[in-house]
């Protein structure tokens, strides 16, 4: 069986041909022996998947309703909590006013400080600061390495998998294969295919 | 429509009504809201099970979706039917579920137990309607088996499956749902129904053999 020929076998299963295509099908069925057994197993796994009938859990639109209040007040609250840090026009100019004075008084006082009172710069934070500043009278490292340390700083630890499930839902979102694939489900076949040897 | 599904799509003057209720969730109206979760409840709530495999999950699910539902019930545009539009928000929300599980998994090194098929969660075990034990003990078999083979599937592939074969949405509403053209909603129902096949063999002739 070829693969139009599975592919029209599957649509007369789901209900997809219309009248004369499925006369047509059903015809060749009769006169094809190797067609009516492929048919055969096709319908037959389509049988055997059956799943059985799942009641609805109790309270289930109650427990939605809930959790939307529960949304609402959330907000509501967030909201309040918010305007109690809104104050009148007249106080705010007067804050604005206090905070330019303080800044320049602080440059005017900066301005007459020796060097040694000055405060320090910041302690680094990255890995290639700190080896900037701890060992200054080491020869300059080469350009890669000092590159391979920012890109190790800006890539997500691998054991974040809400990162790496959010890069790729996020870049590559909307992107098809011919299949008609994503590329996240194309990379998350590959992943499982070699995790597991399963087979798509 | 598909054969053996256990429903079919609302007909038209359901969606008509679903669209006015629709209008006034946008709105914020609350009561809209419930009637909306009242009205779909069960489908999304099956699908979901379908999808995850797992009861409780599924729930958490299908409630989150209804809520992201509510949310952006504002920007929904009139192009497809409001049930399609549920269903595409319940079952993107499962397909990035049953994503992030995989990623656990293969960072966590460790395979799917024997027997099962990947991202099968814990089995559910629903009363039977058979007319005596042995037939209850065979249908409770039929069901895990297929239920195995469900969760060995590539989410893409399971999510086409559930659609088509137990909810029964036509293609074109399939290919609505998940964004896909429907030359891939096609080629991913062939996938699925040759691992299905497979799968179910291999089951049987395990079982046979043990």
């Not at chain 1, 939307?68 to 909201?79: C, F, K, Q, S």
């Amino acid at each position: 069986m070829d693969r139009q020929d599975e592919r029209e076998l599957l649509k007369l299963l789901a209900g997809e041909l219309d009248a004369d295509e499925t006369r047509r099908v059903r015809r060749r069925l009769a006169e094809e022996p190797e067609l009516a057994a492929a048919w055969e197993r096709l319908r037959g796994t389509w049988r055997r998947v059956d799943l059985p009938s799942e009641p609805l859990p109790p309270g289930f639109s109650g427990r939605v309703m809930a959790q939307l209040r529960d949304e609402a007040n959330g907000r509501r609250g967030v909201a309040a909590r918010l305007a109690l840090w809104r104050a009148p026009a007249w106080a705010q100019a007067a804050g604005a006013a206090m905070l330019a004075g303080g800044v320049a008084l602080g440059v005017v006082l900066g301005q007459g400080l020796a060097p040694e009172l000055l405060p320090l710069p910041a302690a680094p934070s990255t890995a290639v600061e700190r080896v900037a500043v701890e060992a200054p009278e080491a020869p300059e490292a080469p350009p890669n390495e000092v590159a391979a340390a920012s890109v190790s700083d800006a890539v997500p630890a691998l054991d974040d998998e809400e990162v790496l499930a959010d890069v790729y839902e996020d870049d590559y979102d909307g992107y098809l294969d011919s299949d008609g694939d994503t590329l996240a489900d194309a990379y998350l076949d590959a992943l499982s295919s070699f995790g597991e040897g399963e087979s798509s | 429509m598909a054969t053996g599904v256990e429903e079919s799509a609302p007909p038209a003057v359901e969606e008509d009504e679903d669209r006015a209720v629709l209008e006034r969730v946008a709105d914020g109206d609350a009561e809209a809201f419930a009637l909306l979760v009242e009205r779909h409840q069960e489908r999304l709530v099956r699908v979901c099970t379908r999808m995850l495999g797992d009861r409780e999950e599924a729930r958490d699910a299908a409630q989150e979706a209804f809520l992201k539902a509510f949310r952006g019930a504002a920007d929904y545009r009139p192009r497809g039917k409001v049930y399609t539009w549920l269903y595409r928000i319940a079952v993107n929300h499962c397909l990035n579920k049953l994503r992030r599980r995989r990623i656990v998994r293969f960072l966590s090194l460790s395979g799917p137990a024997e027997g099962t098929g990947g991202d099968e969660a814990p089995a559910f075990d629903p009363a039977t309607d058979a007319p005596g034990p042995d037939d209850a003990l065979e249908s409770r078999q039929r069901w895990q088996r297929a239920r195995r083979a469900i969760a060995g599937l590539p989410p893409n592939q399971r999510a086409v499956l559930v659609l088509a074969r137990f909810e029964g949405l036509a293609y074109k509403e399939i290919a609505e749902v998940l964004g896909i053209t429907l030359g891939a909603v096609e080629s991913r129902l062939v996938r699925a129904m040759r691992n299905l096949s497979a799968a179910m063999e291999d089951d049987a002739a395990k079982e046979n053999g043990a």
